[in-house]
């Protein structure tokens, strides 16, 4: 384990809560001065005492144990909020409906943030009645590929996952206006906004 908690994170948690040191002692049957040596880092807390710190103060264990606390905002659920999250051990995709603390492999995973198109990374969409074609210009070895290709409208997420030394292709039931994204393994997450099936 990399990380522990620090002090400075539970002292932060514990005022947004307004606990004083004495409450949260009593609500996790320690002593007020061990909340005291834990917040001016003279100490630490038992490992046997992460799980009921969290659950005290409100947060999953990785966010105390990261010290990041993260809140999702996207409380209409509008599926074009939707972060997306690669392992780079496994290639695991995870696609949370809004910011999350995500983990795989033993590590904790940033959201993808979309990278400006280049000309090794642009798609060219064609539409007829009812379907998208999205064909993408690009490498397809054992060491860069486009991993996976997603159409995502405000109500649904559809995810092609693609695979080294197949086509760089995708077709989609067309749904309206929304965005197209892709991942290279190498160059990172891009995206397309798709607007009447163009």
Do not use: W
């Given at each position: 384990m990399n990380n522990y908690v620090t002090g400075?994170?539970?002292?932060?948690?514990?005022?947004?809560?307004?606990?004083?040191?004495?409450?949260?002692?009593?609500i996790l049957c320690v002593s007020d001065k061990a909340i005291s040596r834990w917040e001016t880092g003279k100490g630490f807390p038992d490992i046997s005492l992460i799980e009921p710190i969290s659950k005290a103060l409100g947060i999953s264990v990785i966010e105390l144990i990261s010290g990041e606390c993260i809140t999702n905002h996207n409380k209409s659920a509008n599926a074009?909020?939707?972060?997306?999250?690669?392992?780079?051990?496994?290639?695991?995709i995870i696609q949370c409906m809004g910011k999350a603390l995500v983990s795989?492999?033993?590590?904790?995973?940033?959201?993808?943030?979309?990278?400006?198109?280049?000309n090794g990374h642009s798609i060219?969409?064609?539409?007829?009645?009812?379907?998208?074609?999205?064909?993408?210009?690009?490498?397809?070895?054992?060491?860069?590929?486009?991993?996976?290709?997603?159409?995502?409208?405000?109500?649904?997420?559809?995810m092609i996952k693609l695979y080294p030394e197949s086509d760089a292709h995708a077709r989609f039931f067309?749904?309206?206006?929304?965005?197209?994204?892709?991942?290279?393994n190498r160059h990172g997450f891009f995206?397309?906004?798709f607007t009447n099936g163009r």
């Open positions: 400075s994170t539970i002292r932060a948690l514990r005022e947004s809560k307004n606990l004083t040191q004495s409450q949260l002692a009593e074009k909020r939707s972060k997306f999250y690669v392992c780079p051990i496994c290639g695991n795989c492999c033993g590590i904790t995973l940033p959201y993808l943030e979309t990278e400006e198109n280049d060219v969409t064609e539409n007829t009645e009812d379907e998208i074609y999205i064909k993408i210009d690009h490498p397809m070895t054992k060491d860069h590929y486009i991993s996976f290709v997603a159409y995502v409208t405000s109500d649904k997420i559809e067309a749904r309206g206006d929304g965005e197209i994204y892709y991942y290279c995206h397309k906004h």
